[in-house]
């Protein structure tokens, strides 16, 4: 944990530079405070993440990842949820 | 009462419904997952409930009667599986929404539903009430863990929020009863009124879309139909319309790509609007409980580690805990068993009720406490909300073999039952995904395996400990659990690359608070868990019992009808050679000597002598050949059967482990023993791996809706078994075990 949030004061001026371009969630690092700004993809996924309130605006924040890497975890709309990696490139965020 | 009669009725039907007496009035909780449903459903019924079993589909629902007003009548009231959303992905969800939108034979649609929302997750479930309102059932809202929401500086102004949504809101703690009497008026005030919809818009181009759908084409539409089919996967099958909604689509797919995304996410900033207005947010905690939780018990390191340190607690516990219970449970079919050999007379009759019924069905009932252990436990792992971090913890694992994440709460409740776990597959929304993992839920050891583990580990692994503490016993029973596990993973890994072929499943599954189980609804699973296992103990056991009894007895050797009518038939069912040791004392050597033969000589006893070729490899004489056949029916009939067999129910001098002492003395023809160590473990693997139960079949039958999946489960797991179980014979015999 403490070792992320140092690479990120490390990288933050890099993060900054970036911030307003969107990104996708899964390079996000753990930490790190964002807002949605779209998801992509039209299968039952994109659907079941929209229908969970992963709409545009919505501010996420990528609370850990699994021992593997792999899923991660965030916290939106007050509720934690997991999603894989592959799940989270479809989400795309704004740094704020 | 008086309010019932005053509320306009705009639904005609539903009025005429509420005066006639004949039905009664039906009432669906619909909600998220985790909120709060079933809480709500058992404070309402008082417990006062049954599974209703719809015919047609695939579901047991819980049902109970809600005295809705004291001097009215009681209400229907149906608990459903949580949903996110009614537009629903997967079967569990396509099952709610199909009670809630009455698309079920033999249940009407709700006179009202009540929406259950859970107040700390306040938006997400607000977007099934939108739903619900779209809908335009009468819906009352019950407001739950309100507690919960102060604890996080939430507060939650319900009368803000009922205006907002024009349904009534009622704060409910259903733990404490509180709200109740109110949620109840609520319900009657609300019943024949329509809910007036939600009012939500979409940009100017989508409305005059929807404008032209409705006034366009012959028929006319409502709006709610034309959002509805507008935005449908299917395509209507009337011609003019579906022209009209594929040019529709095109339109908008030019202006948007995700042309799709906009009702959902129009709702949500309906919901926002809402929300900002009736949620005062106080200064809260920075890290919630759960997030402290989660800091260790989903940690890097120390996550996986307490993972398989709670696993083996489980079995730890189930193995040494369940002993006194178990002893108690053994010890009273002894005895009930001889104060009915005492009190009957000699003769079949006897016979039937002491070697056949209470032996055949208290070798089984003694395994009950173990199974409220496991159960209890799984309980448990599922009420805390750590099941979904197990989840989290082993996705990737999961997926290496092409399952989904979701797939392991499916497979870990199979360690209780397997009907339940496939049942719960449900919630997988790929078809294939879903497939893959019911093939492979039997390999996860049920508690039906456990009465025969414990029989062999007690006949022939107990008593040894490592470091102290750690019994042979349980480690053996995990090797068990873990050859199935490795097994299924082997099994899935292959079926994912031949016949299920599909891209690696998503995975989107929330991790809810940890809270306090609630002891009340564990114990409630484990009665009806008890329960079940008590009636198949009373059906399915007592009848196989009684069978196997007969054609152990029967046919009768003419001689043995003429000499000694009583004495051959009480040796009839006696462990072969066996008794000729024992029951020598007691009869005629030469009559005890034919009433072994008379057991071979029996139905049963030809049908063991006649699979006796092919199992002999695997280590197995002909009397475990007749138990393996009877076992095909359930597992645990192994272990009746064997107490049939070795006609446990007569043994009067021995121990409360009568059945495991006959099966440590019982002899081969040539007079060795015919159970070893090495024999039991083979009979073991062939139990972790074979198809060995007629109701998961029938279950997958039901799930798959064909044969063709469950006949293929028969046949493979089948086939798996033998193999294994020849490699551990023929194997520990080349390393010098016999
Ligand atoms: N603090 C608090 N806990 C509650 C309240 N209502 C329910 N719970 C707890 O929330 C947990 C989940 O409740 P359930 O009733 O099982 O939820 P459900 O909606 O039936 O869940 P699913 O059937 O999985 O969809 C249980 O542990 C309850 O004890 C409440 O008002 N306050
Ligand atoms: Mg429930």
Same mark, same amino acid.
């Given at each position: 944990?403490?070792?992320?949030?140092?690479?990120?004061?490390?990288?933050?001026?890099?993060?900054?530079?970036?911030?307003?371009?969107?990104?996708?969630?899964?390079?996000?690092?753990?930490?790190?405070?964002?807002?949605?700004?779209?998801?992509?993809?039209?299968?039952?996924?994109?659907?079941?993440?929209?229908?969970?309130?992963?709409?545009?605006?919505?501010?996420?924040?990528?609370?850990?990842?699994?021992?593997?890497?792999?899923?991660?975890?965030?916290?939106?709309?007050?509720?934690?949820?997991?999603?894989?990696?592959?799940?989270?490139?479809?989400?795309?965020?704004?740094?704020? | 009462?008086?309010?019932?009669?005053?509320?306009? %009725?705009?639904?005609?039907?539903?009025?005429?419904?509420?005066?006639?007496?004949?039905?009664? !009035?039906?009432?669906?909780?619909?909600?998220?997952?985790?909120?709060?449903?079933?809480?709500?459903?058992?404070?309402?019924?008082?417990?006062?409930?049954?599974?209703?079993?719809?015919?047609?589909?695939?579901?047991?629902?819980?049902?109970?009667?809600?005295?809705?007003?004291?001097?009215?009548?009681?209400?229907?009231?149906?608990?459903?599986?949580?949903?996110?959303?009614?537009?629903?992905?997967?079967?569990?969800?396509?099952?709610?929404?199909?009670?809630?939108?009455?698309?079920?034979?033999?249940?009407?649609?709700?006179?009202?539903?009540?929406?259950?929302?859970?107040?700390?997750?306040?938006?997400?479930?607000?977007?099934?009430?939108?739903?619900?309102?779209?809908?335009?059932?009468?819906? &009352?809202?019950?407001?739950?863990?309100?507690?919960?929401?102060?604890? =996080?500086?939430?507060?939650?102004?319900?009368?803000?929020?009922?205006?907002?949504?024009?349904?009534?809101?009622?704060?409910?703690?259903?733990?404490?009863?509180?709200?109740?009497?109110?949620?109840?008026?609520?319900?009657?005030?609300?019943?024949?009124?329509?809910?007036?919809?939600?009012?939500?818009?979409?940009?100017?181009?989508?409305?005059?879309?929807?404008?032209?759908?409705?006034?366009?084409?012959?028929?006319?539409?409502?709006?709610?139909?034309?959002?509805?089919?507008?935005?449908?996967?299917?395509?209507?099958?009337?011609?003019?319309?579906?022209?009209?909604?594929?040019?529709?689509?095109?339109?908008?797919?030019?202006?948007?790509?995700?042309?799709?995304?906009?009702?959902?996410?129009?709702?949500?900033?309906?919901?926002?609007?809402?929300?900002?207005?009736?949620?005062?947010?106080?200064?809260?905690?920075?890290?919630?409980?759960?997030?402290?939780?989660?800091?260790?018990?989903?940690?890097?390191?120390?996550?996986?580690?307490?993972?398989?340190?709670?696993?083996?607690?489980?079995?730890?516990?189930?193995?040494?805990?369940?002993?006194?219970?178990?002893?108690?449970?053994?010890?009273?079919?002894?005895?009930?068993?001889?104060?009915?050999?005492?009190?009957?007379?000699?003769?079949?009759?006897?016979?039937? !009720?002491?070697?056949?019924?209470?032996?055949?069905?208290?070798? &089984?009932?003694?395994?009950?406490?173990?199974?409220?252990?496991?159960?209890?436990?799984?309980?448990?792992?599922?009420?805390? @909300?750590? /099941?979904?971090?197990?989840?989290?913890?082993?996705?990737?694992?999961?997926?290496?073999?092409?399952?989904?994440?979701?797939?392991?709460?499916?497979?870990?409740? %199979?360690?209780?039952?397997?009907?339940?776990?496939?049942?719960?597959?449900?919630?997988?929304?790929?078809?294939?995904?879903?497939?893959?993992?019911?093939?492979?839920?039997?390999?996860?050891?049920?508690?039906?395996?456990?009465?025969?583990?414990?029989?062999?580990?007690?006949?022939?692994?107990?008593?040894?400990?490592?470091?102290?503490?750690?019994?042979?016993?349980?480690?053996?029973?995990?090797?068990?659990?873990?050859?199935?596990?490795?097994?299924?993973?082997?099994?899935?890994?292959?079926?994912?690359?031949?016949?299920?072929?599909?891209?690696?499943?998503?995975?989107?599954?929330?991790?809810?608070?940890?809270?306090?189980?609630?002891?009340?609804?564990?114990?409630?699973?484990?009665?009806?868990?008890?329960?079940?296992?008590?009636?198949?103990?009373?059906?399915?056991?007592?009848?196989? %019992?009684?069978?196997?009894?007969?054609?152990?007895?029967?046919?009768?050797?003419?001689?043995?009808?003429?000499?000694?009518?009583?004495?051959?038939?009480?040796?009839?069912?006696?462990?072969?050679?066996?008794?000729?040791?024992?029951?020598?004392?007691?009869?005629?050597? @030469?009559?005890?000597?034919?009433?072994?033969?008379?057991? %071979?000589?029996?139905?049963?006893?030809?049908?063991?002598?006649?699979?006796?070729?092919?199992?002999?490899?695997?280590?197995?004489?002909?009397?475990?050949?007749?138990?393996?056949?009877?076992?095909?029916?359930?597992?645990?009939?192994?272990?009746?059967?064997?107490?049939?067999?070795?006609?446990?129910?007569?043994?009067?001098?021995?121990?409360?482990?009568?059945?495991?002492?006959?099966?440590?003395?019982?002899?081969?023809?040539?007079?060795?023993?015919?159970?070893?160590? !090495?024999?039991?473990?083979?009979? /073991?693997?062939?139990?972790?791996?074979?198809?060995?139960?007629?109701?998961?079949?029938?279950?997958?039958?039901?799930?798959?809706?064909?044969? =063709?999946?469950?006949?293929?489960?028969?046949?493979?797991?089948?086939?798996?078994?033998?193999?294994?179980?020849?490699?551990?014979?023929? @194997?520990?015999?080349?390393? @010098?075990?016999?």
């Amino acid at each position: 944990m403490e070792i992320a949030e140092n690479i990120n004061a490390l990288f933050g001026r890099t993060t900054e530079q970036i911030s307003n371009a969107p990104r996708s969630l899964d390079i996000l690092p753990i930490g790190a405070q964002a807002r949605v700004t779209g998801v992509t993809g039209s299968g039952a996924i994109a659907r079941r993440l929209l229908e969970m309130g992963v709409v545009p605006g919505a501010p996420v924040r990528v609370i850990k990842a699994a021992p593997l890497g792999d899923p991660i975890e965030v916290r939106v709309r007050g509720y934690h949820l997991a999603l894989r990696r592959t799940e989270a490139k479809t989400i795309s965020v704004t740094s704020d | 009462m008086s309010s019932v009669l005053e509320s306009p %009725s705009l639904d005609s039907q539903n009025a005429d419904a509420k005066h006639a007496p004949a039905r009664p !009035l039906v009432i669906a909780l619909a909600g998220n997952p985790n909120a709060g449903k079933t809480t709500l459903f058992n404070s309402l019924t008082g417990l006062r409930q049954k599974v209703a079993n719809y015919p047609g589909v695939t579901v047991e629902r819980k049902e109970g009667s809600w005295t809705i007003a004291s001097d009215l009548r009681s209400a229907r009231l149906i608990d459903l599986p949580g949903l996110y959303s009614l537009d629903a992905a997967s079967m569990d969800e396509r099952i709610a929404r199909d009670v809630l939108t009455g698309n079920i034979p033999n249940l009407p649609a709700p006179d009202a539903i009540v929406a259950v929302v859970d107040a700390t997750n306040l938006e997400r479930n607000l977007y099934l009430v939108t739903q619900l309102l779209e809908y335009g059932r009468p819906l &009352v809202i019950a407001l739950t863990m309100v507690d919960l929401a102060l604890k =996080r500086g939430l507060e939650i102004d319900a009368n803000e929020l009922a205006e907002s949504l024009c349904v009534p809101v009622i704060p409910v703690t259903a733990q404490q009863r509180v709200g109740l009497d109110d949620l109840s008026k609520a319900v009657l005030r609300v019943i024949g009124r329509k809910a007036e919809g939600a009012r939500w818009r979409l940009s100017d181009c989508t409305e005059c879309e929807l404008m032209a759908l409705m006034s366009g084409g012959g028929d006319s539409i409502d709006r709610q139909t034309a959002l509805r089919t507008l935005y449908a996967d299917e395509l209507p099958q009337d011609d003019g319309l579906r022209e009209a909604i594929e040019s529709a689509r095109e339109r908008l797919a030019h202006i948007n790509v995700n042309w799709w995304q906009e009702p959902l996410i129009a709702r949500y900033d309906w919901i926002e609007q809402i929300s900002s207005r009736a949620v005062k947010k106080h200064a809260a905690p920075r890290l919630s409980t759960t997030e402290r939780i989660d800091r260790i018990l989903t940690h890097k390191f120390f996550g996986p580690l307490i993972l398989i340190a709670v696993m083996l607690l489980v079995f730890q516990t189930i193995f040494s805990w369940a002993n006194l219970p178990m002893d108690l449970v053994d010890k009273g079919f002894g005895r009930l068993g001889e104060a009915v050999g005492s009190l009957l007379a000699p003769g079949l009759f006897r016979d039937l !009720l002491v070697d056949g019924i209470i032996a055949g069905v208290g070798g &089984v009932l003694v395994f009950l406490p173990q199974i409220l252990l496991l159960f209890f436990f799984i309980a448990i792992l599922e009420d805390t @909300g750590y /099941m979904a971090r197990a989840a989290f913890l082993m996705d990737r694992l999961m997926r290496g073999v092409g399952l989904h994440g979701k797939a392991f709460m499916p497979l870990l409740s %199979s360690f209780a039952c397997a009907i339940p776990g496939i049942m719960a597959t449900r919630t997988i929304e790929n078809p294939k995904d879903r497939l893959a993992t019911i093939m492979i839920a039997p390999f996860m050891s049920c508690s039906a395996r456990l009465p025969v583990y414990t029989l062999m580990i007690a006949a022939f692994f107990s008593g040894r400990k490592f470091f102290g503490f750690l019994s042979v016993g349980a480690l053996m029973i995990m090797a068990m659990y873990l050859l199935g596990i490795m097994v299924a993973i082997g099994v899935a890994w292959v079926l994912k690359r031949t016949i299920l072929k599909a891209p690696t499943p998503p995975l989107v599954l929330e991790l809810p608070p940890y809270r306090v189980p609630n002891f009340l609804t564990i114990s409630q699973m484990m009665i009806s868990r008890a329960w079940l296992f008590l009636k198949r103990a009373g059906t399915v056991i007592m009848a196989i %019992s009684i069978i196997l009894w007969a054609l152990a007895t029967f046919p009768r050797p003419p001689q043995a009808n003429v000499v000694n009518n009583d004495a051959a038939v009480a040796q009839a069912t006696k462990a072969g050679e066996e008794s000729e040791t024992d029951a020598g004392v007691k009869t005629a050597p @030469g009559l005890a000597g034919q009433s072994g033969e008379q057991l %071979s000589q029996s139905y049963a006893g030809r049908a063991g002598h006649l699979i006796e070729p092919v199992i002999r490899p695997l280590g197995f004489d002909w009397k475990m050949g007749v138990a393996l056949i009877s076992s095909f029916a359930a597992r645990e009939t192994l272990v009746s059967t064997l107490s049939v067999i070795y006609n446990v129910g007569k043994d009067r001098d021995s121990s409360s482990d009568s059945l495991v002492n006959a099966v440590r003395e019982a002899k081969r023809e040539d007079g060795s023993p015919a159970w070893t160590p !090495l024999v039991a473990l083979s009979m /073991m693997v062939f139990f972790v791996l074979a198809m060995q139960c007629m109701s998961t079949v029938a279950v997958v039958r039901r799930e798959t809706n064909s044969w =063709r999946w469950p006949l293929f489960m028969i046949a493979y797991m089948t086939v798996l078994a033998y193999i294994a179980s020849f490699i551990t014979y023929q @194997g520990g015999r080349l390393l @010098g075990f016999n």
